[in-house]
C-alpha cells in the first residue's frame, strides 16, 4: 500500500504561481494531478511516467503547469504560473498506474487533496 500526501496549495492571485509536493511512501511507477472544482467533476491535469521522461497535460494548463519528479525523494512536483481563477480546485495526486493516463481509474493510490484558490 503507497500512501501519498500532498502539500503545497494555498491562495494566490491570478497571475501567480504555487508549487504542489506530493510524497509517496513507496514505489509509484507512473503518477498524476487531477483536480476537482466546487460542484465539477474529476479532471486530469497533468501525468508522468516513473523515470520522468515522458509528460502528459490537459490543453487547460499546458504552457502554464511543469510536472516533475525526483524519485530518490519519492516526491512529486505541480509548478503552477499564471495561475487563473478557472484553477480554483482540490488538487489530487494519484499513483500506481502502469502508464502515465489521463484516466482516474487507472491508478490505484490516492492523496486527499490540497486546496487551491485563485483570486481575480
Known amino acids: 500500500q503507497v500512501q501519498l500526501v500532498e502539500s503545497g496549495g494555498g491562495a494566490v492571485q491570478a497571475g501567480g504561481s504555487l508549487r504542489l509536493s506530493c510524497a509517496a511512501s513507496?514505489?509509484?511507477?507512473?503518477m498524476g494531478w487531477f483536480r476537482q472544482g466546487k460542484g465539477k467533476e474529476r479532471e486530469f491535469v497533468a501525468t508522468?511516467?516513473?523515470?520522468?521522461?515522458?509528460?502528459n497535460y490537459a490543453d487547460s494548463v499546458k504552457g502554464r503547469f511543469t510536472i516533475s519528479k525526483d524519485n530518490s525523494k519519492n516526491t512529486m512536483y505541480l509548478q503552477m504560473s499564471s495561475l487563473k481563477p478557472e484553477d480554483t480546485a482540490l488538487y489530487y495526486c494519484?499513483?500506481?498506474?502502469?502508464?502515465?493516463?489521463?484516466?482516474?481509474?487507472?491508478?490505484?493510490?490516492w492523496g486527499q487533496g490540497t486546496q487551491v484558490t485563485v483570486s481575480s
Open positions: 494519484a499513483a500506481g498506474s502502469p502508464t502515465p493516463s489521463m484516466v482516474p481509474n487507472e491508478y490505484f493510490y
Open positions: 508522468i511516467n516513473w523515470v520522468g521522461t515522458t509528460t
Open positions: 513507496g514505489r509509484t511507477f507512473a
